[in-house]
């Protein structure tokens, strides 16, 4: 149980409407409460908070303490990825890998957009924090390729300039010997003489 802000339920699976919609069905019905939360600053606007009405209502309903439990770890990944993105948003949303998703934590993130996209459990900032962090690792990626195919030309010419000295060694001792040759039978016929 935790207090959430109106907006987090709204991203690309659900409209503002519909959550609206949803979220009014359900305060009439007295399972959600709503609240206004005024922010400081300049604009002075006002976030609604949506709660469940009360502790009895988790722990009585068969079917929604089914659905916790069935999505229990989902519910878990969920927050990490919100929680990590809204890190990141609030250090201005850098593109920097000590800021983005790599490795293990990346593939569980993609992972869990494959499994759970559908439920339309996660924020927009949050897929967008997923999106930006593949962008920079395909970027790396690229760069990694990039710098093999860069390595691979450099050891080809590499190679053939160093084909092309043996070529080139190989003739200068092949003529230096045919040379020394020649300068041996030249000695030979005039000290015969």
């Not at 250090?91 to 800021?99: D, V």
């Not at 900032?125 to 390595?151: D, G, H, M, N």
């Amino acid at each position: 149980r935790r207090q959430v802000f109106k907006q987090e339920f709204i991203n690309d699976e659900l409209s503002k409407e519909l959550v609206e919609q949803v979220i009014t069905e359900l305060a009439d019905a007295r399972l959600l409460v709503t609240s206004q939360l005024r922010v400081r600053g300049e604009s002075g606007a006002t976030l609604t908070v949506v709660d469940v009405a009360h502790e009895a209502l988790i722990r009585h309903w068969t079917r929604l303490r089914q659905w916790l439990n069935e999505n229990r770890e989902a519910m878990r990944k969920e927050r990490k990825l919100e929680e990590a993105a809204n890190e990141w948003e609030s250090q201005g949303k850098p593109e920097e890998r000590a800021f983005l998703l790599e490795g293990p934590k990346l593939l569980e993130a993609e992972s869990f957009l494959e499994e759970y996209a559908h439920l339309g459990l996660l924020s927009n900032v949050a897929q967008e924090f997923i999106r930006v962090s593949q962008a920079y690792q395909e970027r790396l990626r690229q760069q990694e390729e990039e710098r093999q195919r860069r390595e691979q030309q450099q050891t080809r010419r590499t190679i053939q300039v160093g084909i092309v000295s043996l070529i080139f060694v190989t003739g200068l001792a092949v003529a230096a010997t045919g040379f020394a040759l020649e300068s041996r039978k030249q000695l030979k016929l005039a000290s015969a003489r």
